[in-house]
């Protein structure tokens, strides 16, 4: 750490104000905090849901992971342009936050800094009120970074951040916050569920939205029942060619002037065989007529609806009232994120965060994280419905938190099981991005198996198989906790051959969590355990049970 990121340290956390801070806020009185009115006078500085594309199969790796360094933090005026026009609140952040910079009592300390988290996301719902391509800088690098005061991280950390790449350049659904608020907001993409028993009341655009999503994995859901009859039409259409020209090759009696002789035994099976596959074709194509008129029934549904968002959207682009409460879900998941025992503190400081931007889940690094994680369990992306498999990416926002751990906060929608994406919560600055990003995904895992086994989830599949040796093995805790660290062991340790989970969760895990083909090949040279495992798929391949 260079000088004068060890003096910054030293004046922020021994009770005297920053120079750097002091000068920014323009401080003049004896108390080195300045009046509220001071900095806030007058004269301060004042759609369609989007679409699934299951044609993709894989992540494509960034380009780069950083960009020229942008003049966020050069303004002298961004503290002041943060909290300008944000009316009590901002007043009341300014003075616990100087509170706790200046104050030497731990007690007082400890004191604002609990004050300071309600008031940091009560000042965070009123900027979420003004997403939106007008935001001042400053708010939206505060929505996205956490960065309240620029001097509360070194000019290295500061350096690092100017140094992330702003906008998407990917086409992946990954969201910083301020980035996911306004995708809400413009109902791009739905508001989060929640467990709240009384639903907030829903505007035209939220309705619409609604029924639009439902309509949708309607439509998903009979493409896949015309897509199934379809393949099974050309199946029985190919063995019909199959059987027409087995029948048409004829035996010659070359005893008789080569007279064509009578079918054979086996072109005679061959006629029941095309009789039997005809019949069939007519039972299908009268299956596909029926089911191809309900689709276009659910279509001109479609059409209609998405004719009614567009109007609503004209009147409406958009909605602050969906911000605000969608805020208060992204608050509830950083709470997931850090946990019980983690570290709540809203603000961004330079003692809680790191200075190599690999250390920053950025969206390049989750990017690149879910490539490695996905090699190694190829299936944690794919959602089966009704025999159809879709590789289904879901959303995924990016919460400035200290969390360790991202969590699942649904794991699809609840009117389109098909293929509505669901989302994931990861922090931002977590003590690994690796493991934070694997801690997600194996929430993901167990949420999407729990509800394809529903009311069985202790029976049956893969949850089953766990909660089973969970409780002979007489485990305390919750069972999905103990699972998604296991979870990250095996994506993180047993992938490299390093023995760290029990014998009966490695099996399955071997099972419904396989690696891929070429890893498992490495595993069984490795060690007993793997290559016993690698003889059971080998066995059950041969007796059909696999």
């Not at 829903?202 to 393949?231: C, F, P, S």
């Not at 794919?382 to 969390?403: A, D, E, S």
Request: hydrophobic share 35%; aromatic share 10%.
């Amino acid at each position: 750490m260079s000088m004068s990121s060890e003096r910054d340290s030293d004046n922020l956390f021994t009770g005297e104000i920053d120079p750097d801070v002091a000068e920014l806020i323009g401080s003049d009185n004896e108390d080195g905090v300045p009046e509220f009115d001071d900095l806030f006078g007058d004269d301060g500085d004042a759609a369609d849901l989007e679409e699934l594309d299951t044609t993709v199969q894989s992540f494509t790796a960034p380009e780069k992971t950083e960009e020229q360094v942008k003049p966020f933090f050069t303004d002298k005026e961004y503290y002041k342009k943060v909290l300008t026009d944000e009316g009590a609140i901002a007043s009341r952040v300014h003075s616990i936050f100087s509170s706790f910079l200046s104050t030497q009592d731990p007690q007082e300390r400890a004191d604002a800094r609990s004050r300071l988290v309600p008031a940091f996301w009560e000042l965070a719902s009123g900027i979420a009120a003004k997403v939106g391509s007008r935001m001042p800088m400053p708010k939206r690098l505060f929505m996205r970074y956490g960065v309240l005061l620029p001097t509360a991280i070194s000019a290295e950390q500061r350096h690092l951040i100017a140094k992330i790449i702003f906008e998407n350049q990917s086409t992946e659904p990954i969201y910083y916050v301020d980035e996911w608020l306004e995708a809400v907001a413009n109902g791009r993409v739905n508001p989060s569920a929640t467990d709240e028993t009384k639903a907030p009341q829903k505007n035209d655009t939220q309705r619409v939205n609604a029924l639009l999503e439902k309509t949708r994995g309607r439509y998903d859901a009979q493409m896949t029942v015309i897509r199934n009859h379809t393949q099974e039409i050309g199946s029985q259409e190919s063995t019909l060619k199959e059987r027409v020209e087995f029948l048409s090759n004829h035996d010659v009696r070359t005893d008789l002037e080569n007279v064509m002789a009578p079918y054979n035994d086996g072109q005679r099976t061959a006629i029941g065989e095309i009789n039997a596959i005809i019949r069939r074709l007519g039972i299908l194509n009268k299956e596909l007529t029926r089911e191809i008129a309900e689709l276009e029934k659910i279509q001109e549904h479609l059409d209609e609806l998405r004719e009614k968002e567009g109007e609503a959207g004209q009147s409406s682009s958009m909605d602050s009232k969906l911000s605000v409460t969608e805020l208060q879900t992204i608050r509830q998941m950083a709470k997931l994120c850090v946990g019980r025992q983690g570290n709540h503190f809203p603000v961004l400081m330079k003692q809680y965060m790191r200075t190599n931007i690999l250390d920053v889940t950025t969206r390049e690094n989750l990017i690149n994280t879910l490539i490695q994680v996905e090699y190694l369990d190829p299936e944690v992306f794919l959602r089966t419905f009704k025999q159809q498999t879709n590789r289904i990416i879901p959303n995924m926002i990016l919460i400035p938190c200290y969390g360790d751990a991202g969590v699942c906060w649904e794991p699809f929608e609840r009117f389109n099981r098909a293929t509505s994406r669901g989302r994931l919560a990861i922090p931002m600055y977590p003590k690994d991005v690796r493991t934070a990003v694997v801690a997600a995904l194996g929430d993901l895992r167990w949420q999407v198996a729990k509800e394809k086994a529903q009311h069985y989830w202790m029976e049956e599949g893969l949850t089953g198989w766990y909660y089973q040796w969970f409780s002979d093995k007489k485990m305390k805790g919750d069972v999905k906790d103990a699972f998604i660290q296991d979870y990250i062991l095996w994506i993180t340790k047993e992938s490299e051959a390093t023995q760290k989970l029990d014998r009966d969760v490695r099996g399955i895990f071997w099972r419904y969590i396989p690696f891929p083909q070429d890893i498992k090949e490495k595993l069984k040279n490795r060690g007993f355990v793997y290559s016993e495992l690698f003889k059971k798929d080998q066995n059950r391949a041969i007796s059909d049970g696999y």
